[in-house]
């Protein structure tokens, strides 16, 4: 063995030389916008358009929505000249650019040495975005006369059981559950992927000559848990459920909040052998339909909820859809959140 051959030996054993360095996903996220963001200020106040139908960038008083797309996107997905068409209606400037290093496309609202990432998946939360960013009257008015506004509003909250962020999600909703009581009615789906990627958390079985197979990220205890509160939801109802999973989150001590509850436990160990797998099947399906596979994922009367996971936040959100203000809207919540923004 020569001298440099045992040098690397001993700098193996010791830890020393290369190392594969695990970068986690949220890190590289905020790389992302933050790279997108210096991007977008830099066209804001330098660069003329490639394609723009002839407009002139330079400094702008006010917004401007920077849309950056590859040259070979289709125009039925990146529609350019629909994105335009909005901008000018909720009084944004709006300037498009060809990006060759793009997969796909993304529209930048800039103002006031800030950055937003826009959500363009439809007109409504094209103008949401605009209307929370800086105000736009007009972007405010087209979101308020075009939200589905009911008497109860309507919550369907996609979670898994010890994902910390859905449960800081549960948290949050909580209080406003007890302010509103049945003004406001929450659905919980939990969130079981179609494919294992381990066997931790998996079971398959064969439902109707087709096998089905659940896997929480969480492993056998989530799945166990799921089914739990599946099962408690569907028997005794969501205002029982929701006293259960507020005891469950504080300690994850199942036995110990179904006792507090005079909840029935062969009932619910009876549902979860025999139907708790079917439950979470239906809840799955739910995810495909709503595309919601990260937890939390939060529908208000239809419409993405994307704010603030505090009491006060999601209060907030919810009274915007009631036909009438109950008065219980006026009540002041927590604005303190149990957990940083994420998803499972």
């Keep these: ?61 006010g917004a401007i929505i920077t849309y950056l797309y590859h040259p070979n996107c289709p125009p039925e997905y990146c529609n350019v000249s629909q994105l335009r068409s909005w901008s000018e209606e909720f009084g944004v400037n709006f300037h498009s650019y060809f990006a060759e290093w793009m997969q796909g496309h993304v529209a930048l609202l800039y103002s006031n040495d800030k950055v937003w990432i826009v959500d363009f998946s439809s007109k409504k939360n094209f103008a949401d975005t605009i209307c929370k960013a800086i105000g736009s009257e007009n972007a405010c008015r087209f979101v308020e006369e075009n939200l589905n506004k009911t008497s109860v509003v309507n919550v369907d909250l996609f979670v898994m059981s010890y994902c910390p962020f859905g449960i800081a999600m549960e948290n949050a909703i909580y209080p406003v559950k007890n302010l509103l009581k049945d003004k406001l009615r929450v659905r919980p789906y939990f969130i079981l992927y179609p494919s294992c990627s381990s066997n931790d958390g998996c079971e398959t079985r064969e439902v109707n000559g087709i096998n089905v197979t659940l896997w929480a990220m969480h492993g056998n205890q989530e799945l166990y848990e799921n089914k739990r509160q599946a099962c408690i939801y569907k028997y005794l109802g969501e205002n029982v459920w929701w006293e259960y999973v507020y005891c469950f989150n504080q300690n994850k001590n199942a036995d110990t909040c179904l006792q507090r509850l005079g909840i029935n436990v062969n009932v619910i160990n009876a549902c979860i052998e025999n139907e708790g797998f079917f439950f979470l099947q239906k809840d799955q399906e739910a995810c495909a339909s709503y595309n919601a596979w990260g937890s939390p994922t939060v529908f208000v009367n239809g419409d993405l909820y994307t704010g603030e996971r505090t009491p006060e936040g999601f ?21 303190t959140s149990s957990a940083p923004s994420g998803q499972c």
């Design 1 to 61: 063995m020569t001298a440099e051959e045992g040098k690397s030996q001993v700098e193996k054993k010791e830890g020393v030389g290369e190392a594969k360095i695990k970068i986690p996903k949220w890190i590289i996220l905020i790389g992302v916008i933050a790279i997108l963001g210096v991007l977008a200020y830099f066209l804001y106040l330098y660069l003329t358009p490639s394609v723009t139908g002839g407009a002139v960038l330079g400094r702008v008083e």
């Design 315 to 335: 209060k907030n959100f919810v009274c915007r859809y009631f036909i009438e203000r109950p008065s219980e809207c006026a009540q002041r919540l927590s604005s």
